[in-house]
């Protein structure tokens, strides 16, 4: 069931820190007539109770990772910060987040951040993991026209939907939103690519829709890949194509000592000349990998040795549109 959730009347919780003081600069926007937006994949941001229609298991108290509702409060803390710190002196316009179990996961994040005035939207897939994709939207300047909930048909097998969000900025700029994790790499890239095709070809009827109506729309698609950086959507452009690195982060996720951008973001014409896209690359996201030397994002598990400091195995990605 689709839930749209909005920060009212909530009871404070305690956060961390550093997220506490970003909530100081809250309601005086700094850089007025932009606005930023965030996707970020939170690696397997599980609730601590059992879904019957889950394969859920192993993030049980009983489970491989020891899942608690400690440590899942704890998970929800952590994503709340990168948020704050990627907002800088505003609040993020939109986030679009992946692995995402639930709706309890989304009112639990909700409450690490009590002081944003965000609402969200989620709805359950039938991904067989049971992690969905989310969109958590600034309720004061970002209003909702439109939302639906696209399937991508992989006859027996199944995956996360692509969540399309239609809405108005205080600008009066009609934005199309489109979220989405795509089909893994499990099995073999190749012989997955067909799964990630047929994802893409619902995003291409989607937009060429969008388009038909109104060439200059605003669209921008932000997700999970889970393969490399490539413009091969007709009407949009992939701002991560060519995207200058550094010597130690070069890219979102990092495999076995290469990096690559798993996280990108898809743009119409009409809204490539207005925006710029980077990897969020903070100190606190990354540690040491001494494997494989340089630096890693700085995950929650590695393997089963858990790490209460620790995020993801993505780094977020921001996009600023003006």
Known sequence: MEREAYNTGLKRHTIKTVVTVCLFFIGVSFTYGQYRIVSYNVENFFDYQHDTLKNDSDFLAEGKYRWTYKRFSNKAEQIARVICQAGEWDVPLLVGLCEIEN?????????????????YI????????????????DSLRFQILDRSAMRVDLGEDYTRDILYVRGCTREKDT????????????????????KRQRAKEVIQNKTD???????????MVMWDMNSDAKNDLRGLKNLMVGMETNNTIRGTHKWRGEWSYLDQFYVSLAMYARCDARVYSADFLTEDDD??????????????RYDSEGYSDHLPIILDFK
């Not at 989620?122 to 939207?137: N, T």
């Not at 494997?291 to 089963?304: H, I, N, V």
């Open 103 to 119: 709706d309890m996961c989304m009112k639990q994040l909700r409450r690490s951040m009590t002081n944003y005035p965000y609402g």
């Open 122 to 137: 989620h709805k359950e897939s039938p991904d067989e993991r049971g992690i969905d994709v989310a969109l958590m939207y």
């Open 209 to 219: 829709s969008i388009l038909n109506q109104r060439t200059d729309a605003l669209i």
């Open 291 to 304: 494997k494989y030397l340089g630096k890693r994002p700085k995950r929650t598990w590695q393997g089963y």
């Open 175 to 194: 934005l199309h939103v489109m979220v989405c994790h795509l089909p893994s790499m499990r099995g073999g890239k190749q012989a997955s690519e067909w």
